[in-house]
């Protein structure tokens, strides 16, 4: 089955600059790629996907960038706020199948 | 409703009790997932219905762990003789038909604690 690897686990960042998290996924079947941020105690929630034929997605401060070749997508937080503060995860699905997610990356960002 | 809705919020159960969660899809989607999220871990996957196909239930941890669901509404997850391993968060999520490449929308989840 699909293996999704997710880095870094922890990431600090000071408010306004960029924060950059990268996944890696084994099956080149894969063809959706979603982004999760998990506030603490809270449900997981949608920020960003992107899908096989698009090579990067924008959306304000957020964007992800996926390469296909190399099986590795990225998402890219542009002028960091405190309130961005969560857990991130990444996710690798084909369509009509499960979800893989990643193992999450925690980031803090200080004010 | 309008989002995934789970129940109960919170359990607390003695080692060896069976438990049941449950979990109200959004209505109108097709597919539904199960995750297991342990304190400060990434999602692990459960099981996954789509439609009347025959659920993957690849992710089950032990011949403990089983899973129903309704036509295409609710289902249940029951976790039975209850170990301390077993204490997690338990999410479900749905999406429009995933066959056709649907987000999936999570609940708030399940608090499961074995004591």
């Known amino acids: 089955g699909e293996n999704v690897e997710q880095h870094p686990s922890t990431l600090s960042v000071q408010e306004g600059d960029s924060a950059v998290i990268k996944c890696t996924y084994s099956?080149?079947?894969?063809?959706?790629f979603p982004w999760y941020k998990q506030e603490l105690g809270k449900r997981p929630q949608l920020i960003i996907d992107?899908?096989?034929?698009?090579g990067e997605k924008k959306d304000q401060r957020i964007a992800v960038t996926l390469n296909k070749t190399a099986k590795h997508f990225s998402l890219h937080i542009t002028e960091t706020q405190p309130e961005d503060s969560a857990v991130y995860f990444c996710a690798a699905s084909i369509t009509g199948n499960q979800f893989y997610f990643g193992t999450g990356t925690s980031l803090t960002v200080i004010p | 409703g309008a989002g995934v809705s789970q129940s109960p919020s919170n359990k607390v159960t003695e080692k060896g009790k069976d438990v049941e969660l449950r979990c109200d899809p959004i209505s109108g989607h097709t597919a539904l997932y199960w995750y297991r999220q342990r304190l400060g871990q990434g999602l692990e996957f459960l099981i996954y219905f789509q439609g009347n196909s025959a659920p993957d239930k690849s992710g089950l941890p032990s011949d403990r762990f089983s899973a129903e669901r309704t036509g295409e509404s609710v289902s249940t997850l029951t976790i039975q003789r209850t170990q301390q391993e077993d204490s997690a968060v338990y999410l479900c999520a749905s999406s429009l038909d995933s066959r056709t490449g649907n987000t999936i929308y999570f609940g708030e989840g399940s608090w499961l604690t074995v004591v």
């Open positions: 099956d080149s079947a894969s063809n959706y």
């Open positions: 992107i899908r096989s034929n698009v």
